[in-house]
């Protein structure tokens, strides 16, 4: 029975072995291109660096006895500038070159007397927990800037020039929902439904009440706000950044 492909309906999963050993990298592409990996590889320390760097690959499975420039040197120049995933080979095995190539940033380690089933086990897991990691990052909700104010969705923190806002659950929404529109209008309806998701108990005339609060929470002055502005007959808007009075 054949071996399962990576990347049934994909193009190939493109993979770089830094290794001196000619023949371990020919029988390494054998084995993993009917899988569905494209195998570049390198003979020397500087060669796989110059590689990496040009890349893109999904994985390097990178050796450390290498000519020119050794295992970790490359690792440690890789990490300055990618966090592609890398799996560590070495033909010795100790505890202490095993240490130094994680705490490098290598994702993984082998010793040269891998079976291919294992380097295959090993090369989809790191290639998952790097593909896991990444799609975490990129769902994050990033941080909202407006002018010295800045918003961390996440934490659900709020500063003001680096100091910490003590702000009640409502007041951090509607900051949050201001910032998020900054330079446009948000009618007292929208504010609610975006608090009302959170069931808190706020009805329309209290999203003015709310808001009075938070301007005092940032220093606003209503009559003339570096902030909230408040739109007759229509709602709300947070000044943008590069307005008049907003620093």
Same mark, same amino acid.
């Given at each position: 029975?054949?071996?399962?492909?990576?990347?049934?309906?994909?193009?190939?999963? !493109?993979?770089?072995?830094?290794d001196?050993?000619v023949?371990?990298?020919?029988?390494?592409?054998e084995?993993?291109?009917?899988?569905?990996?494209?195998?570049?590889?390198?003979?020397?320390? /500087?060669?796989?660096?110059? +590689?990496?760097? @040009?890349? /893109?690959? #999904?994985?390097?499975? $990178?050796?450390?006895?290498? !000519?020119g420039?050794?295992?970790?040197?490359?690792?440690?120049?890789?990490?300055?500038?990618?966090?592609? !995933?890398?799996?560590?080979?070495?033909?010795?095995? &100790?505890?202490?070159?095993?240490?130094?190539?994680?705490?490098?940033?290598?994702?993984?380690?082998? /010793?040269?007397?891998?079976?291919?089933?294992? $380097?295959?086990?090993?090369?989809?897991?790191?290639?998952r927990r *790097?593909?896991?990691?990444?799609? @975490?990052?990129?769902?994050?909700? /990033?941080?909202?800037?407006v002018?010295? $104010?800045?918003?961390?969705? &996440?934490?659900?923190?709020?500063?003001?020039?680096?100091?910490?806002?003590?702000?009640? +659950?409502?007041?951090? =929404?509607?900051?949050?929902?201001l910032?998020?529109?900054?330079?446009?209008?948000?009618? %007292?309806?929208?504010?609610?439904?975006?608090?009302?998701?959170?069931?808190?108990?706020?009805?329309?005339? #209290?999203?003015?009440?709310?808001?009075? *609060?938070?301007?005092?929470?940032?220093? =606003?002055d *209503?009559?003339?706000?570096?902030?909230?502005?408040?739109? %007759? #007959?229509?709602?709300?808007?947070?000044?943008? !950044?590069?307005?008049?009075?907003?620093?």
């Open positions: 029975m054949s071996a399962q492909r990576d990347n049934p309906a994909g193009s190939p999963v !493109p993979i770089l072995i830094v001196d050993d023949k371990l990298c020919r029988l390494i592409r084995y993993l291109e009917p899988l569905g990996y494209e195998v570049t590889a390198a003979h020397t320390g /500087p060669e796989g660096l110059q +590689a990496a760097e @040009q890349g /893109p690959f #999904s994985a390097i499975i $990178l050796d450390v006895m290498l !000519p420039m050794n295992g970790f040197d490359v690792l440690r120049s890789l990490r300055a500038k990618s966090n592609v !995933p890398v799996l560590m080979l070495t033909g010795r095995g &100790e505890e202490a070159d095993r240490i130094v190539g994680l705490e490098l940033g290598a994702d993984d380690y082998l /010793p040269k007397t891998f079976s291919t089933r294992e $380097l295959l086990a090993r090369l989809r897991a790191t290639i *790097s593909s896991v990691t990444r799609e @975490q990052a990129e769902a994050r909700e /990033p941080e909202v800037l002018g010295n $104010l800045s918003i961390d969705p &996440e934490a659900r923190r709020a500063r003001l020039s680096g100091q910490a806002l003590a702000l009640t +659950a409502v007041e951090f =929404d509607l900051l949050l929902s910032a998020k529109a900054a330079g446009r209008i948000r009618t %007292r309806e929208q504010l609610l439904n975006e608090v009302a998701d959170r069931n808190f108990d706020v009805f329309d005339r #209290s999203i003015d009440v709310h808001i009075s *609060s938070l301007r005092k929470k940032l220093g =606003d *209503s009559k003339s706000p570096k902030f909230i502005v408040t739109v %007759r #007959s229509a709602g709300y808007m947070m000044r943008k !950044p590069d307005s008049e009075g907003l620093v």
